[in-house]
């Protein structure tokens, strides 16, 4: 079974402060990973999303993300925090050619950004 | 092209009544997914249906339950609703490739 934890429910930053989100997911066969976000009364947005090839992988926003494998870990990171990044972000796996495309998320972390 | 649509929107109903949430996925995706999300139990995988047939199922009661027509619309249903059914129900939507891409949900209140 596929799991992922995201540290830290809720997360403050200044504006302009480096925003790092942390997620560690297990699974017993090479995953893909995603990284969502979600605006209040919204849906889902992709962020960005590791499949296969180049480990550290860009989003939208300036976000990117770095997989390693070792140490089980897909974490989101941002330069420089603006204030429309205040939102709740998710990390979710998936079986990489299980033939579903059922999401395992985590719990979310809340993202507030301090002027 | 345009997004995946979820209606209605919002929805209030009252326990022991039966709903149904519709979603219209992107143009030439041929998946479906279904998800709850709870404060308290996250977001939650319902079912996924793929050319109108289910491919996978959560850890939900058969009160839940969907379907896909041919043009890839899908719909669920929740019958007999209890308190607890209260979320955010959202779909989602895949083509070729492996990512989800989710409508705006439908937020139903079970009163």
């Known amino acids: 079974a596929q799991s992922v934890t995201q540290l830290g429910s809720h997360v403050s930053v200044s504006e302009g402060a480096l925003v790092l989100l942390r997620c560690n997911y297990s699974s017993s066969v090479p995953p893909y990973l995603f990284w969502y976000v979600q605006y209040p009364n919204q849906g889902l947005q992709l962020l960005l999303k590791y499949t296969t090839g180049a480990t550290l992988v860009k989003g939208i926003n300036g976000f990117e993300a770095e997989f390693k494998k070792s140490e089980t870990s897909f974490h989101l990171t941002k330069p420089s925090a603006h204030m429309s990044d205040a939102a709740e972000y998710f990390c979710a796996v998936t079986d990489s050619g299980a033939g579903s495309y059922q999401l395992t998320f985590g719990k979310g972390t809340k993202l507030s950004v301090i002027p | 092209k345009a997004g995946v649509t979820q209606t209605p929107r919002y929805l209030i109903k009252t326990r022991g009544q039966q709903v149904t949430l519709s979603c219209s996925p992107i143009s030439g995706h041929r998946s479906v997914s279904w998800y709850q999300q709870t404060p308290g139990q996250g977001l939650q995988f319902l079912f996924e249906?793929?050319?109108?047939?289910?491919?996978n199922k959560g850890n939900f009661p058969g009160r839940f339950s969907g379907r896909q027509f041919s043009n890839s619309r899908s719909e669920m249903n929740v019958s007999t609703l209890e308190l607890g059914d209260s979320a955010l129900y959202l779909c989602a939507s895949t083509g070729s490739g492996e990512t989800q891409y989710f409508g705006p949900g439908t937020r139903l209140l079970v009163l």
């Open positions: 249906y793929f050319s109108e047939t289910q491919r």
